[in-house]
């Protein structure tokens, strides 16, 4: 929406600057886009008068003149024809900035000749296009400012042009008398009266208009003109084809013009028929279909089934509401013309305008609300202009329908607004507040104005009064507490798990994904899902019908999508709900990370490798430590469908399932398209017990002074036996006293089976020993390296390796 400051000063009584205004808008809700200042431009230009004109001594176009300024008399060269003395010339001194040549003068040497500067013409200071001569001007004093002899003799030169942004629920807006209501009552002055004439009917109307019926209940409520005969229609006049011109409208005619001056000026859209060009009567009704209508913008539309339509006995006139006709249109000939105004139903006329992809200004506004009380009005204020600047005569009125009744009240609560909006605003304010914007007050009962479509209830009445009053002036204040003293936590033990959760994968190295909730069946199939109580009655789409039952199939889909972009090698993690029902509580909150690829880029030594199950596995121990687990848990093989059987494990404490670590099944990732290797863990976060001590301290750490020793065992066992079975068995020999056992070599294959045995592999561990209390003798090494012996040779049936 734009608009000048002198149209705005039409309906606003104001001497506030354009800064002021500006800024005003803005924190009314009508943000401000843009301002187009000519003055700014034209700041540094003063006024001069030529005392001398001589000829320049080695050019025959050049003169060499004396100009008297306010710094005294200057040296100017000029090529003008009109330079002459006696004249009264807009000056441009060294240092000026000319806009029209994109030019900062300096002292110039012309021909020999010193120049101090430039006489300047029309279009060297984007005034106008003329470039003929320098600018004489009739009257002004030397030293005067360029631009205040402008605001005093040729305002519309200088005349600021306002753009500023409409929201869709403020259609009242889309007029400059809406734009200077808000004005008005946030203080910036007083809006005008407007002054509806009444228009005296010298003749009988030779048209009549009806609306069908069904329109008439919705689409078209009212319909109504007045026929002016005896109509001039030429070139509209100057001041208003400026007004257009300046917000970047193309005057046309009069007749035209006028209707784009009241679209803008009222925010009533108006059309004009011409009455030679009309057989019969107008009838709005909705199209047959099918029928074609050339519109003014010289575009010819095929018109659907139900469209509503103006037509007279030849056919479609007129697309209701959103663009007229060309066969029917006013030109240079036109002497008899139907004014027309009328009230559209704002869903039909967007779902018409959107079917045919027509933009006008007529549809912008009637598809957000107009006014409807003030459609007879707004066609009588047309009707007097019509008459005033192309003469004729006025017909009675016609019309169909009647103005809808729009009214409805709400109740203004002061002391909510006031608790609301957090500023003491007093009822007197509040009230006087919605008066200024045309509200009607009876006792608490607010009656918003009929051109406020978006006032819909009492926390609308909150937004006004809290618009007018500026949030801008709003303090800011603490909150009181609930209680003295520390505060306590604000999130739960299982909300400062999932943080931990994150932040540590992601401190892995790990990038975080936030996938969608729901996947397809046949991959919630592949993990253990895809039944009815987690299907979608309403899905997104074909690929988003059920709730995963696990992280991993949007993991796995996200890196198939980053592998068909050549990127291979990946680790992302996402901490979120899986669910196994449809119903409250039936959801797992995991944390779970996924490595695809190699562990790192090819580089000279060798580092890169496959990722493999015990990358995962480090990882799941490290989140595990991070957020509060037992450090000892135990190991099984109870493994989900998709997860490699030999190549991943549980981490349990006992039935209670902790985290799942290990290679993706390879069935799982030829179904998903992932090209291996792939490894992953996912973390139960709501089954990790939480520590019994809730309270911040630590207990003290314990070091023992005392040597702690190592001893390696190696065993003979079957190729089938479990590593973990081992390490196990030898902790159980001494809880006390062993601190930990490692695996630390393997030898397996052709040649151990060799040494060993067909069947039989080799099992080295370290066992580590700290004592307490003393120092251990080699009896009591002994007598423990014997007990594990004997254990891990009874839990694995291995021997000890000669």
């Known amino acids: 929406m734009k608009f000048t400051l002198s149209w705005l000063k039409d309906h606003l009584e104001t001497e506030a600057t354009v800064d002021q205004i500006a800024e005003a808008l803005t924190d009314l809700g009508l943000e401000v886009e843009e301002v187009v200042d000519p003055a700014a431009k034209l700041e540094t230009f003063t006024l001069a008068k030529v005392q001398s004109a001589e000829q320049h001594p080695d050019a025959d176009r050049l003169r060499v003149c004396m100009v008297e300024t306010d710094e005294g008399v200057t040296q100017i060269v000029c090529g003008a024809p009109n330079a002459r003395a006696g004249i009264t010339v807009v000056l441009a001194k060294p240092g000026d900035y000319v806009p029209g040549i994109d030019v900062t003068l300096s002292v110039g040497n012309i021909r020999g000749v010193e120049s101090h500067g430039m006489m300047a013409s029309e279009r060297e200071l984007e005034l106008s296009d003329e470039h003929n001569g320098i600018i004489e001007l009739p009257s002004g004093e030397v030293g005067q400012k360029f631009t205040d002899w402008l605001a005093e003799n040729r305002p519309e030169a200088v005349d600021p042009v306002i753009e500023i942004a409409i929201t869709p629920n403020r259609p009242d807006a889309l007029g400059v008398r809406g734009i200077a209501r808000d004005l008005a009552a946030r203080g910036l002055g007083k809006l005008k009266p407007l002054d509806v004439p009444k228009v005296e009917a010298a003749l009988k109307a030779p048209i009549s208009v009806t609306i069908d019926p069904v329109l008439k209940e919705k689409g078209c409520p009212l319909f109504a003109g007045r026929v002016i005969r005896g109509v001039k229609n030429g070139p509209s006049p100057e001041w208003l084809q400026k007004r257009l011109k300046a917000i970047g409208l193309r005057p046309i005619s009069t007749l035209v013009d006028i209707t784009n001056y009241f679209t803008y000026d009222l925010n009533r859209p108006l059309h004009v028929f011409d009455m030679k060009k009309v057989a019969g009567n107008l009838v709005i009704k909705p199209a047959e279909g099918g029928e074609e209508f050339l519109a003014l913008d010289e575009k010819t539309y095929t018109v659907r089934a139900g469209d509503m339509v103006i037509c007279d006995d030849k056919g479609v006139e007129s697309l209701a509401g959103i663009m007229g006709g060309e066969e029917a249109g006013a030109d240079e000939d036109t002497v008899d013309v139907f004014l027309e105004s009328a009230y559209w139903d704002p869903i039909t006329i967007a779902a018409t305008g959107r079917a045919l992809k027509i933009n006008s200004d ?204 050549g990127l291979n090698d990946l680790a992302l993690f996402e901490v979120g709900p899986a669910f196994n029902g449809g119903e409250p509580g039936e959801q797992v909150l995991q944390a779970t990370g996924l490595l695809v690829g190699h562990s790192a880029p090819r580089d000279p030594f060798g580092s890169r490798r496959p990722v493999d199950l015990y990358d995962a596995k480090a990882d799941a121990e490290a989140v595990l430590a991070a957020v509060g687990a037992p450090a000892r848990a135990q190991i099984n093989r109870k493994l989900d469908a998709w997860w490699h059987p030999g190549r991943a494990g549980n981490v349990a404490l006992g039935p209670n399932l902790l985290a799942t670590f290990g290679e993706v099944h390879p069935k799982v990732l030829r179904e998903l398209g992932v090209k291996g290797p792939a490894v992953a863990f996912t973390i139960r976060l709501a089954n990790i017990p939480f520590p019994k001590k809730k309270g911040a301290t630590r207990p003290a750490l314990q070091i023992s002074d005392l ?43 052709a040649k151990a089976e060799e040494q060993m045995g067909a069947g039989k592999k080799s099992i080295a561990l370290t066992v580590r020993m700290q004592p307490a209390d003393k120092t251990l003798t080699d009896a009591e090494i002994e007598a423990v390296s014997k007990k594990i012996v004997e254990k891990v040779s009874k839990a694995t049936g291995g021997t000890l390796r000669s």
Request: with cysteine.
């Open 707 to 749: 040597q702690a020793v190592e001893r390696d065992f190696a065993f003979v066992v079957d190729a089938n036996v479990e590593a973990l079975t081992a390490v196990n068995a030898a902790m159980g020999a001494d809880k006390k006293l062993i601190e930990s056992v490692n695996v630390f070599d393997q030898f397996t294959g």
């Open 362 to 565: 007529a549809r912008y506004r009637f598809e957000r609300g107009v006014d409807p009380a003030f459609t007879l009005p707004g066609l009588d204020l047309a009707a007097k202009m019509v008459v005033d600047l192309c003469g004729g005569e006025v017909s009675e009125l016609v019309m169909d329908g009647a103005v809808p009744d729009v009214s409805r009240a709400y109740k203004l609560d002061p002391a909510r607004v006031i608790s609301l909006v957090g500023m003491d605003i007093p009822e007197a304010t509040q009230r006087e507040t919605l008066e200024a914007l045309g509200f009607t007050l009876d006792g608490d009962m607010a009656t918003p104005p009929t051109w406020r479509p978006d006032v819909l209830g009492s926390a609308d009445l909150v937004e006004e009064v809290a618009r007018i009053a500026s949030l801008t002036k709003l303090e800011g204040k603490p909150m009181g507490r609930e209680t003295t003293g520390v505060p306590d936590a604000i999130l739960t033990p299982m909300q400062q798990r999932e943080r931990m959760a994150r932040r540590t994968t992601a401190a892995l190295g790990y990038n975080e994904c936030v996938t969608y909730s729901f996947i397809d069946e046949a991959s919630a199939k592949l993990f253990g899902g895809g039944a009815d109580a987690t299907k979608l009655e309403n899905p997104i789409s074909s690929e988003m019908t059920h709730m995963r039952p696990d992280l991993l199939p949007g993991l796995l889909q996200a890196a198939a999508r980053n592998q068909a972009r």
